[in-house]
T-cell receptor
């Protein structure tokens, strides 16, 4: 069965620090990859997605992610975080036409 | 654009009570899902429906039943609520590779 792992349960950063959140998945075939963000008390919002093509994808709010097929990884990055980035971040995998499998989430706290 | 609408947003139940969580989407999607979200565990799939008239168990189906009433609606029923079912429930629908989520239902079972 597919599984998705995220390296960190809770990350604490100061404003302007750089961010990298790790995500690895277990499926060996063609996958579609997503990062979702959930701000406190809100529902999931799509940050970015990768289907094919350029492995470096850019999303909203200055986030980007790099797909490395050989490492089964899809890490999320942001050069300079803001207090408003405090949220929980979920990596997800989808096989076309099948359901979405989510990682356990990484809680990001940004200190002002 | 309503997207995916869940009702209610909040609910408190006593152990043993039953209730139905409602979900409707207006995007004409074939696939719909129910997830539960618990701290440190991400979203886990309870049931999904690939099309009207079909439903399949996900990772954590025990204690739940679902109905795909029509293409728009996919309801989740708790027949006899237990404290272990305290969670935030998300409904989603998808077309191809994109999923869209509802606002969630925060359920507390006391």
């Amino acid at each position: 069965a597919q599984s998705v792992s995220q390296h960190n349960h809770h990350v604490i950063l100061s404003e302007a620090a750089s961010l990298e959140l790790g995500c690895n998945y277990s499926y060996g075939g063609t996958v579609n990859l997503f990062w979702y963000v959930q701000y406190p008390g809100q529902h999931l919002q799509l940050l970015l997605k990768y289907f094919s093509g350029d492995p470096l994808v850019k999303g909203i709010k200055g986030f980007e992610a790099e797909f490395i097929k050989s490492k089964f990884s899809f890490n999320l990055r942001k050069p300079s975080v803001q207090w408003s980035d405090t949220a929980e971040y979920f990596c997800a995998v989808n096989l076309y036409g099948q359901n979405f499998v989510f990682g356990p989430g990484t809680r990001l706290s940004v200190l002002p | 654009n309503a997207g995916v609408t869940q009702t209610p947003k909040f609910q408190v139940l006593k152990t043993g009570q039953s209730m139905t969580l409602q979900c409707a989407q207006d995007m004409n999607h074939n696939s719909m899902y129910w997830y539960r979200q618990d701290p440190g565990m991400g979203l886990r799939l309870i049931y999904y429906s690939a099309s009207e008239g079909t439903t399949d168990k996900g990772e954590v189906p025990n204690g739940y039943n679902v109905s795909r009433l029509n293409k728009r609606e996919f309801s989740l029923r708790l027949e006899s609520a237990a404290p272990s079912q305290t969670s935030v429930y998300f409904c989603a629908s998808s077309v191809g590779r994109m999923a869209f989520f509802g606002q969630g239902t925060r359920l507390t079972v006391v």
